[in-house]
């Protein structure tokens, strides 16, 4: 699975003129023909205005994910990113100045995570993040670390910040689940409700015990979690 950028990934294998031409109209052709499917393909899975990945490659790269979760027995986390009161952005500020967090959120998603993650917009103000070979403990960390960005990174409008803030809902699909993505997806989206219910702003995850239901980051977890993990993992490849 490539990294968070959508990136031209055609092998470099240009086609070589017939011995003895130095050139070759069919070649110009068929390289500048690779050009196109190249950017078409890219144009596919990315995101217009946010350059990340839509929702028809977050649901591949899903599938993909889950089932090499299967095959190597590492847990994928999945974070669900829903800005608060957008609409309000929008009525106040204008649908440019909307747009303006949208783009400024998919920064900071890009750059909270690893480039092995996987940051998509999911539809409209919602984004999800699926974190490859991550467990509910990491996942609940880099969920954190996302909401922390989102908050104190202001979005400026002729001199003011507008305050944006998301709630987060964190979920892992783990070997012994028989979740369908539709399910890891409703699991996570019903933390991510539970975190909006509870004040916004925040992230709530599925427990540790199974048995029971969504939980919220304490302040003292959220403390906890930034000591035991560090900032590092931003870093890491
Ligand atoms: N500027 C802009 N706005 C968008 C885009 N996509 C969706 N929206 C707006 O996002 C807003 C979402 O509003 P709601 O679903 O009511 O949610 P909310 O106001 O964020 O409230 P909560 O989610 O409950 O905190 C709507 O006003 C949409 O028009 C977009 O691409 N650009």
Redesign the pocket.
């Known amino acids: 699975m490539s990294g968070q950028t959508p990136t031209n990934d055609t092998a470099d294998s240009s086609p070589i003129c017939p011995v003895g031409e130095s050139q070759c109209g069919v070649i110009d052709e068929v390289v500048a023909l690779r050009g196109e499917v190249a950017t078409l393909s890219e144009q596919v899975r990315t995101d217009t205005?946010t350059g990340l990945f839509n929702f028809r490659h977050f649901r591949q790269a899903l599938d993909q994910e889950m089932e090499r979760t299967r095959r190597t027995m590492q847990s994928t986390a999945l974070v669900m990113v829903?800005?608060?009161?957008?609409?309000?952005?929008?009525?106040s500020w204008g649908?440019?100045?909307?747009?303006q967090?949208?783009v400024s959120t998919a920064q900071l998603l890009r750059s909270t995570t690893r480039r092995l993650d996987i940051p998509c917009r999911y539809?409209?103000?919602e984004f999800a993040v699926i974190l490859p070979a991550t467990d509910l403990m990491t996942g609940i960390q880099v969920a954190e670390r996302i909401r922390a960005a989102i908050e104190t990174t202001p979005v400026m409008v002729n001199g003011e910040d507008i305050g944006l803030t998301a709630?987060l809902g964190v979920e892992i699909y783990s070997a012994l689940k028989e979740d369908t993505p539709e399910q890891l997806i409703e699991r996570a989206d019903r933390c991510l409700y539970k975190a909006?219910q509870q004040g916004?702003n925040q992230v709530c995850h599925g427990t540790f015990d199974m048995g029971q239901s969504e939980a919220a980051v304490s302040e003292e977890e959220r403390d906890a979690l930034s000591d035991f993990f560090g900032d590092d993992r931003a870093d890491e490849e």
């Open positions: 205005l829903d800005l608060d009161y957008f609409k309000k952005v929008n009525d649908h440019e100045v909307g747009n967090a949208l539809g409209g103000e709630s909006k916004r």
